[in-house]
DNA sequence: CAACCCAATGCAAACGTATTCAAGGCTTTG
DNA sequence: CAAAGCCTTGAATACGTTTGCATTGGGTTG
């Protein structure tokens, strides 16, 4: 005391125990007796003492930390991320510290070498991968992964091999939710904004669950599809394409929020009203969905479930143990833009 | 190889020389030669050798992490955080990295005792304190963590002893440019939604602008004030009170954006119109206020640069240099919500 | 009463790095 | 040619914990 910082030491002596002892009361050890264990715990508060975490990590092997990797689209160069991920981003860091673990957030682009980065380096005990996107550009890291057994979970669409890892909403139902809804307004000629490639597997969820919602309702194949990535500058791409093939529809379902943003400023600059003329709705719940004039009806995804599942997943690895895929149940939202509700 | 991972003893096996050498030559020290130098890190490469963050932090007291603390709203329950806060998270996400540290972060309740528990426990080498909220609350803590010399900058307005931790943006300049704008459009009778209390001493500060801003165009005193804390219910809220009065006004400026989404959900349940009935400007410029019908028009403050400066301010501090309190600059972003133009 | 067991504690050895100090070789200089 | 200086390297230690193993003392059992 006086010269550096408090330490375990510090407290034995006090305490009149081994440092050993002190080590073990403050973990709750079964080993200690109740009495000592509390006192020595209350001289711990007594002395603002805080196990230095790198010691501990560097005894233990393990930093009571996880990894949270955001992939930013490389194409936009602005800042900008999707809300949705800035939801799930507050959620996980929640969940995590009621479990008692750090949260590391770092951005990254999916091009750089951030695999194998963090668990060698003894910075964090598992990675939590999230952002849609172009999976095809980091299978191969991900191969990496698997092959080195690192503990890892990724937000989306499962692949193969990627079963144990992955949690995501079930899209196919999501896809299927939307479209029923639209089709229960009336609608019949509904155009899919998003790009339903490999390479965005979970847009190609949603318009596989649109396209057997048309069938089972008699309306055969989907007629309308438009690429449509992230950004809501592609959702109005997407529309002006759409505008300009001169086809007629009456709705629109967008592979996410930000598209159907891009959407409906583009159906109002060129006259259309929403819902009046065209239903549209979205996907994934973001903020602000709900301050759209009209409203954007949407399918939510429960970022707060995902969350913890995420993490629950996650540390259920790291202690060894293994799992299934998850697939969480998406709901609708009805809001106004898509007629039949006014708000 | 073979048993456990990599150690910079291995790597020192290989090339031949000490550990101790290649412990420098992973962190470019002039003491070594420039061929053992690259010899090193090339072994080092080959192998995916990655050093070991606890023992590093261990042995050098320093963890090469900064630590973001969210304070949240104790009075909302419900999970949702300020749009805005969470672009300042991603962009000191991007700060942080740009500078080679790592970045944990944390939604605290402001009632926790979160101080202290970073440094000591050598997890974060500065903490970077973000959340509108009520400061008086925690002051207390932070003059705890100035008297432990602790390195910590806060993003808010200054007071007085923080001069050296803050970085904020001028709000007393933001307060004026929303005013003269509605006075510019003729507005008149303009209504300040946001408590000034030394609570909130941003929104204080945004209101003296206001306030000068009247005078300075001779319209006398403000008028009309109401409170309003932080999320979009409190901004409703405050219209309906305001509304209730029968008082007359013309425009509304809100003390954040959250709050003038309130309004105006309020105002047009109320059958008023925006911006033909009343002009409303909003603070922050998030995400969402760009796709409001009408688009908010606001006063933004660039998140980039204050993630920049609040970074910089804190390595700074780490390392030793002092500074004095930044204010940046606000910008009005004119949009459709007061008329005088249409988006 | 001896033999044993269990609960509670202490001793000491890691964990993998950064850094101080000493030493080696090689060049320069008087 | 000796002394001094510089550049490069190695040996050894400390950072503060966690944990395997040994130790103690009291209670239990045959």
């Known amino acids: 005391m006086g010269s550096g910082k408090t330490t375990s030491f510090d407290i034995a002596h006090r305490a009149g125990v081994s440092q050993a002892t002190v080590s073990r009361a403050l973990r709750n050890s079964p080993l200690v007796s109740p009495e000592t264990r509390e006192r020595i715990q209350r001289i711990a508060r007594e002395l603002n003492y805080q196990v230095d975490r790198s010691a501990a990590g560097l005894r233990s092997q393990t930093s009571h930390t996880l990894a949270l990797l955001l992939f930013e689209d490389a194409t936009t160069d602005n800042s900008q ?47 939590i991968l999230l952002g ?19 503990h890892f979970v990724i937000w989306g669409a499962t692949q193969p091999g990627l079963e144990t890892h992955a949690v995501g909403c079930d899209n196919h139902l999501g ?28 847009f190609k969820r949603r318009f596989e669950g649109h396209r057997d ?50 959407a409906i400023r583009c159906l109002n600059k060129a006259g259309l009203r929403v819902p009046q003329d065209v ?20 399918v939510r995804q429960d970022t707060s479930a995902a969350a ?9 690895m790291i202690e060894g143990n293994s799992s299934s895929a998850e697939l969480l149940p998406p709901s609708l939202i009805v809001r106004g833009s898509c007629g039949g509700r006014d708000t």
């Open 279 to 298: 239903s549209v709705v979205g996907f994934d719940d973001i903020h602000a969905a709900r301050y759209l004039s009209p409203a954007l009806t949407t």
């Open 308 to 316: 913890e599942m995420l993490v629950n997943k996650l540390l259920g």
């Open 175 to 202: 896809g299927r939710l939307a479209t029923e809804h639209l089709v229960g307004l009336g609608r019949r000629h509904i155009a899919f904004l998003g790009e339903t490639t490999d390479r965005f597997p979970e």
């Open 132 to 150: 849609y996107g172009d999976y095809v550009s980091y299978t191969d890291k991900l191969a990496k992964l698997l092959s080195e057994n690192a």
């Open 81 to 127: 991320i999707n809300p949705f991920f800035l939801s799930m981003l507050s959620n996980i860091s929640r969940a995590a510290h009621r479990r008692k673990f750090d949260l590391l957030v770092s951005f990254q682009q999916m091009s750089k070498d951030w695999h194998y980065e963090y668990e060698a380096s003894n910075r964090a005990d598992g990675i």
């Open 213 to 262: 919602a048309l069938a089972e309702a008699g309306l055969g194949e989907p007629e309308l599809q438009l690429d449509a990535q992230g950004p809501e500058t592609s959702g109005f791409e997407a529309t002006r394409r759409l505008l300009e093939s001169g086809a007629s529809f009456d709705a629109i379902f967008a592979a996410s929020d930000l598209i159907a943003i891009g």
